[in-house]
């Protein structure tokens, strides 16, 4: 049975500050995304300049997720030991400098090691996100603000192929990482002014010490969640790293073409983790359990993305484009509700650890996604076979959400004690 903190403040609208601080969260993950995918959209153009084989490119690509999800697990930590808004601001700035530098660099090894660091950058990010939606966000709000995080995350792919590809194709690919990388750290400047502050929303305290990763680990749930977002994010790397190189090469799209397609793929995905994280917080405010909500989401999601990827392959130009959208939908469907069960189930005292761990196994798939694709390609000349991978990690994601993750409610991670909540406005003084 859910407990009634899922439901809790539903009925409270969020105050003026955490409506700044979840756009400049939007924004944050918006930047993050566009930085870390902007070289797979410069990769027909890196591909050529420095004369490297499909598998050298696939290994360029795949640098980011090494260190990415090997400091997932520190990341956490940190973000669950320290100021989290401190630890999100230290890694945005890193990440920042690390676009910008690229657009400075010559040759395979160096850019190699930017990538590196890149991802060092970028691994505070969900996190911070996690712990800072369980502390500040109530329950019943987490659909939406979870799925505008998701949506930001799309939109910024969307750009980089929208703008991206456009500026790229004439002022080339090394502008445009120099400008991205400076504009992008004003950012900072409203985050310290708005950042949150105060203890954040009072939950049922957990007394002794906080759960450590070791309680974690021992949680069918939390292993169910780590290899749901594995094979989802398969997916997403898949297309992250090569939609904009597959629509050029294989497709035989101009850059132009390429730009807007790849742009449509994203927005699709942005509105449709808008719109299905605002249902599934008004379903679940009908009544609903949260098993039930974020489930449905989640595997109907994850099916309808290995369906249409498997549709797209093998369609031509025109249907194609049009299963990539339904792709791009179903992925915001499914992406809308991953955090929220995590944030649930963990609570504000795990979010952070928990997140780490999920984010540091399920982006290692970018390692292997990248690379993979890359070996696939340079064997069979086509993406027939990489597609088919990844549709079959899309439907492997769609039965670790139903069948290895139990009860989306609150882990009782020692004795409790319950305490009323605090109001909303109460949360951020």
């Known amino acids: 049975m859910d407990t009634g903190m899922e439901t809790d403040a539903v009925v409270e609208k969020l105050p003026g500050p955490l409506k700044i601080v979840l756009g400049l969260l939007v924004l944050s993950v918006f930047i993050n995304y566009v930085d870390r995918g902007n070289l ?8 050529d300049e420095l004369r490297i084989s499909a598998s050298q490119l696939g290994l360029l690509l795949s640098a980011f997720f090494w ?22 601001a230290g890694g945005f700035f890193l ?25 060092v950058g970028e691994s ?28 930001g995350l799309a939109s910024g792919p969307a750009f980089g192929m929208l703008a991206g590809g456009t500026l790229m194709a004439r002022f080339g690919w090394r502008s445009f990482f120099i400008v991205l990388g400076l ?7 409203p985050w310290f002014r708005w950042m949150p502050r105060g203890p954040g929303l009072k939950h049922a305290e957990d007394t002794g010490a906080a759960p450590g990763i070791l309680d974690i680990l021992l949680r069918r749930s939390a292993w169910g ?6 094979c989802s994010n398969y997916t997403l790397y898949f297309l992250i790293a090569w939609l904009p190189f597959y629509l050029v090469r294989e497709r035989h799209f101009s850059m132009d073409s390429m730009a807007k397609i790849g742009g449509l793929v994203y927005v699709s995905q942005a509105l449709s983790s808008a719109l299905c994280g605002r249902i599934s917080d008004q379903w679940l405010a009908s009544g609903s359990t949260a098993t039930q909500v974020r489930k ?17 392959v093998f369609a031509g130009p025109v249907l194609c484009v049009g299963c990539l959208i339904f792709v791009g939908i179903f992925t915001g469907m499914c992406s809308s509700n991953v955090w929220v069960v995590t944030q649930t189930m963990a609570g504000p005292r795990a979010s952070g650890r928990w997140t780490g761990l999920q984010c540091a196994l399920g982006n290692l798939v970018g390692v292997v996604a990248s690379a993979l694709t890359g070996y696939t390609v340079d064997r069979t000349g086509h993406f027939y076979l990489a597609f088919v991978i990844s549709a079959g990690f899309a439907g492997l994601s769609a039965l670790c959400w139903a069948f290895f993750v139990g009860k989306i409610e609150p882990v ?11 109001t909303v406005a109460e949360a951020i003084v």
């Open 95 to 119: 990440w920042s400098a690390a676009t910008g530098i690229t657009g400075l660099l010559h040759g395979f090894t160096a850019l190699f090691v930017v990538r590196l660091v890149l991802g």
């Open 183 to 189: 504009v992008s750290l004003l950012w900072l400047i």
């Open 296 to 312: 449905t989401f989640l595997i109907g999601g994850s099916l309808g993305i290995g369906v249409f990827l498997c549709a797209s």
């Open 412 to 422: 009782v991670w020692r004795k409790q004690r319950v305490v009323i909540p605090d």
């Open 225 to 230: 969640s780590f290899v749901g977002l594995f």
């Open 124 to 151: 505070v990010a969900f996190p911070a996100y996690g712990r800072i939606m369980a502390q500040y966000f109530p329950a019943g709000h987490r659909g939406f603000t979870n799925a505008m995080i998701t949506a």
């Open 67 to 88: 260190t990415y999800g090997a400091s997932q697990v520190f990341a956490g930590w940190l973000a669950d030991r320290f100021d989290v808004n401190w630890v999100l």
């Open 40 to 47: 797979s959209i410069a990769a027909p153009m890196i591909k």
